[in-house]
């Protein structure tokens, strides 16, 4: 059978064409899997720990050297949490969400509120009754009831008051350098990371200038996390140390500094948790935190500033729970000590996390 030149040559391009995504169809499936893998949660249950309330993958007031999500090194992951701290005389909600790259790379976001609840009113009447006092006045009730900020000779509205909240933004950045803390059972080094966190305080104008103290700051640490996997009574067992290197007052809720400057401090901090079985952990936090003088370093409002600047080591008791990947739940005891002037700070501590 004669077949026109015509008709062989379009034969002959489509069955070019035809073995060209022959070829190209394993290349092509082989990227279309790999595009859906991007984003996975590849990682064992608990590698992302939970989140600490400043946003990064850690304990409840530690970050770890872990990477958040459960992405591996060619994937993505994700998270997002909600924690919630009910002290004595005060409470702080803090919520964000950071992004895990490739168990490299973590960027993370975490709004924190906290409230001064009736403490807000106690604080201003003492501020009154130090100012009075040492003017040699014997306030009375609607002088000590007054806006502190008012009775100090300040523009603008009340320090406190009832309810007042102190919030700020907090946006950190984690690189993990060395070390994975599963794949490292043969190895003495830890998993290391350093991070960075840029603070923003929207504490009012007048009050950081009373306190003399900076709204925004930046805060550092190395963080080392070890993972032993038949560690303690041949459960699980995990050791994270940190080194801050920070000039936060209460973590950047009071504000960065003191009417000294702005003198950065190197802070201990450590963690050690037992995972009891695959799904819930048991351990402890400590972190230290810097002290600032605040409001006076001399004069007759010194008590006032010595009372306020007063600071303790952040502690807790934690369990947290890994149903599965997709969640976490953690109950803390916390003891925050002195928090401005109000001692025995302790309390309820309570995490949800998201991985995805």
């Given at each position: 059978m004669?077949?026109p030149k015509?008709?062989w040559?379009?034969?002959?391009?489509?069955?070019?064409v035809?073995?060209?995504l022959?070829?190209?169809?394993?290349?092509?499936?082989q990227?279309?899997?790999?595009q859906?893998?991007?984003?996975g949660?590849?990682?064992l249950l608990?590698?992302?720990?939970?989140?600490?309330v400043?946003?990064?993958a850690?304990?409840?007031?530690?970050?770890?050297?872990?990477?958040?999500?459960?992405?591996?090194n060619?994937?993505?992951g994700?998270?997002?949490?909600?924690?919630h701290?009910?002290?004595?005389?005060?409470?702080?909600?803090?919520?964000g969400?950071?992004?895990?790259i490739?168990?490299?790379i973590?960027?993370?976001?975490?709004?924190?509120?906290?409230?001064l609840g009736?403490?807000?009113?106690?604080?201003d009447?003492?501020?009154?009754?130090y100012?009075y006092g040492?003017?040699g006045?014997n306030?009375?009730?609607?002088?000590?009831?007054?806006?502190?900020?008012?009775?100090?000779?300040?523009?603008?509205?009340?320090f406190?008051g009832?309810n007042y909240?102190?919030?700020?933004d907090?946006?950190?950045?984690?690189?993990?350098?060395?070390?994975?803390?599963?794949?490292?059972?043969?190895?003495?080094?830890?998993?290391?990371?350093?991070?960075?966190?840029?603070?923003?305080?929207?504490?009012?104008?007048?009050l950081?200038?009373?306190l003399g103290?900076?709204r925004?700051?930046?805060?550092?640490?190395?963080?080392a996390?070890?993972?032993?996997?038949?560690g303690?009574?041949g459960?699980t067992?995990?050791?994270?140390?940190?080194?801050?290197?920070t000039?936060?007052?209460?973590?950047?809720?009071?504000?960065?500094?003191g009417?000294?400057?702005?003198g950065?401090?190197?802070?201990?901090?450590a963690s050690?948790?037992?995972?009891l079985?695959?799904h819930?952990v048991?351990?402890?936090e400590?972190?230290?935190?810097?002290q600032?003088?605040?409001?006076?370093?001399?004069?007759p409002?010194k008590?006032l500033g010595?009372?306020?600047s007063k600071t303790?080591?952040?502690?807790?008791?934690?369990?947290?729970?890994f149903?599965y990947?997709?969640?976490?739940l953690?109950?803390?005891?916390v003891?925050?000590g002195?928090?401005?002037?109000?001692?025995n700070?302790?309390?309820?501590?309570?995490?949800?996390?998201?991985?995805?």
């Open positions: 004669n077949i015509r008709k040559a379009r034969r002959r391009r489509i069955s070019a035809v073995c060209a022959g070829l190209a169809l394993p290349f092509a499936a990227g279309a899997i790999g859906a893998s991007l984003f949660q590849g990682r608990g590698t992302g720990a939970v989140t600490a400043d946003g990064a850690g304990g409840g007031i530690n970050p770890w050297a872990v990477i958040s999500g459960y992405g591996t060619q994937q993505i994700a998270t997002a949490f909600y924690s701290v009910l002290l004595n005389n005060y409470n702080m909600d803090a919520y969400a950071s992004l895990g490739f168990n490299r973590e960027i993370s976001y975490a709004r924190q509120s906290f409230s009736n403490t807000g009113t106690a604080l009447q003492a501020i009154n009754a100012a040492l003017a006045v306030p009375s009730a609607s002088q000590l009831n007054a806006p502190a900020s008012q009775t100090l000779g300040l523009s603008g509205p009340a406190f009832n909240q102190l919030n700020q907090i946006v950190g950045l984690k690189v993990r350098l060395f070390g994975d803390i599963v794949y490292d059972q043969n190895w003495w080094e830890p998993q290391v990371s350093v991070g960075v966190d840029f603070h923003h305080n929207e504490m009012p104008a007048n950081a200038a009373t103290v900076k925004n700051g930046v805060s550092y640490y190395v963080s996390t070890k993972v032993w996997l038949d303690l009574f459960l067992t995990l050791a994270n140390f940190n080194l801050d290197i000039d936060a007052n209460q973590q950047g809720l009071l504000g960065f500094g009417v000294n400057g702005m950065y401090k190197v802070e201990p901090a050690v948790g037992v995972f079985n695959r819930v048991l351990g402890a400590y972190r230290s935190m810097p600032n003088q605040l409001i006076a370093n001399a004069g409002l008590p010595d009372a306020v303790s080591a952040w502690k807790d008791v934690y369990v947290a729970w149903p990947k997709a969640l976490s953690t109950a803390a005891y003891n925050l002195t928090i401005a002037t109000e001692k700070q302790s309390g309820l501590y309570l995490s949800l996390t998201t991985s995805f």
